[in-house]
Structure formats: structure tokens, C-alpha cells
T-cell receptor, first 114, second 113 residues
Framework: EPEVTQTPSHQVTQMGQEVILRCVPISNHLYFYWYRQILGQKVEFLVSFYNNEISEKSEIFDDQFSVERPDGSNFTLKIRSTKLEDSAMYFC????????????FGNGTRLTVT | EDKVVQSPLSLVVHEGDTVTLNCSYE??????LLWYKQEKKAPTFLFML????IEKKSGRLSSILDKKELFSILNITATQTGDSAIYLC?????????????FGKGTHLIIQP
């Protein structure tokens, strides 16, 4: 069964550094998402992306975050200047059509900011 | 602000027991409710519910939605140790774009042998 793949599985970075989290959504999916889950807390929506532009973003997704689909298969999340509180599990997700269609999640990237 | 509340937050039962997990929600312009199972990493999709009163079933798992009372339940019968996981409820609401899901805190289910 096709799946969403994310790399790396774990990234450790120093505060203030830039990180890029990478995702390959399921190939015939059109809608792409990033979520994050701080340890012990809820899964939280960050941003949705469709037709090469951001569709919606949450208040968490401030100016330090950006997303890009640099080619036909990758979908990236960049955090420009990481803070300690950015430490979390970041999940990429995709869906084929807008409705009705479930989101399929990748295994996540655990980001640790030291 | 949209809200999704799950109960109980944690539950410990013995293998073979039946469990019922609850999810209530308050969202504007409800579109669908989804259940996910989260073991070590990615939430894996279980059910998507859009209509009231229609039970969705997959093996020992089943779920139903009540749009009048704004809740859903997830039932697991004859539980096995492999059912141990966090069960997440999420609600999708209509909006202008490709709206994200609002998740509950999850129910941490532990099945003891």
C-alpha cells in the first residue's frame, strides 16, 4: 500500500539553526499538510498546501516556518531559526481529494532543538 | 474555537474485554469525524464518519456518529494486546481552503494479557 515517507526520522539541531524536514506524499494525492505533536500533547495542524500554494495555516505557523514543493514529489517544511519550543514530532500528511477523504500520515520526524 | 474532547484519557483493561471510547466535538460547519490509531509513530487511519447513525465496521472495531448530540464512539470487542495504542479522534470542518483536522488529546488504551 502506498505511504507517506518522511526523512530524517530524527533530527537534532542547535537553537538558531535552520532545519528542513522532508516528505514524499502519496503519488496521486493533491493536498498536503504538516502537523506537529509536542511530547505528551495533541496533534496540532500547522499548514495545508494545494496547487503549489498554502491553503490555510494555523497561528503556530509564523514567519519562521515555510513550506515548499520543489519538484513533483517532495514537500518540505523549513524552520528558519529554531527555538527550544520547536522540539516536537512533525508529521507530514496527504490526501487524494478534499472531501470526503481521510488524511494519511507519515511516520514523522522527531526534531530535537538543544 | 473548535473543540474535540475525548474520554477517558486512559483506560486499562484485560484481553478479551470490550471497550468504548468517546469523542465529543464542537465545531462550526462540521464536515467529517475521523478515528486514528497511534502506536509508536504515525497515526493510522481507522474510520471516517460523515453521516449520523451509520455504523462503520472493520473486524473487531466499529464506530458510529451522532450529529445531533455531537459525539462519536469507537468500540473494540474481544480486545487483544495489539490493540494497545493511543486512539485519536479528529474533526474536519468546512472552510475556505484545504482545512486541517482538529484533534482530541486521545485515549491511551492499555490491554493487559
Amino acid at each position: 500500500e502506498p505511504e507517506v515517507t518522511q526523512t530524517p526520522s530524527h533530527q537534532v539541531t542547535q537553537m538558531g539553526q535552520e532545519v528542513i524536514l522532508r516528505c514524499v506524499p502519496i503519488s496521486n494525492h493533491l493536498y498536503f499538510y504538516w502537523y506537529r505533536q509536542i511530547l505528551g500533547q495533541k496533534v496540532e495542524f500547522l499548514v495545508s498546501f494545494y496547487n503549489n500554494e498554502i491553503s490555510e495555516k494555523s497561528e503556530i505557523f509564523d514567519d519562521q516556518f515555510s513550506v515548499e514543493r520543489p519538484d513533483g514529489s517532495n514537500f518540505t517544511l523549513k524552520i528558519r531559526s529554531t527555538k527550544l519550543e520547536d522540539s516536537a514530532m512533525y508529521f507530514c500528511a496527504s490526501k487524494r481529494v478534499l472531501v470526503p477523504s481521510p488524511l494519511h500520515f507519515g511516520n514523522g520526524t522527531r526534531l530535537t532543538v538543544t | 474555537e473548535d473543540k474535540v474532547v475525548q474520554s477517558p484519557l486512559s483506560l486499562v483493561v484485560h484481553e478479551g474485554d470490550t471497550v468504548t471510547l468517546n469523542c465529543s466535538y464542537e465545531v462550526t460547519n462540521f464536515r467529517s469525524l475521523l478515528w486514528y490509531k497511534q502506536e509508536k509513530k504515525a497515526p493510522t487511519f481507522l474510520f471516517m464518519l460523515t453521516s449520523s447513525g451509520i455504523e462503520k465496521k472493520s473486524g473487531r472495531l466499529s464506530s458510529i456518529l451522532d450529529k445531533k448530540e455531537l459525539f462519536s464512539i469507537l468500540n473494540i470487542t474481544a480486545t487483544q494486546t495489539g490493540d494497545s495504542a493511543i486512539y485519536l479522534c479528529a474533526v474536519e470542518a468546512e472552510g475556505g481552503g484545504a482545512d486541517g483536522l482538529t484533534f482530541g488529546k486521545g485515549t491511551h488504551l492499555i490491554i493487559q494479557p
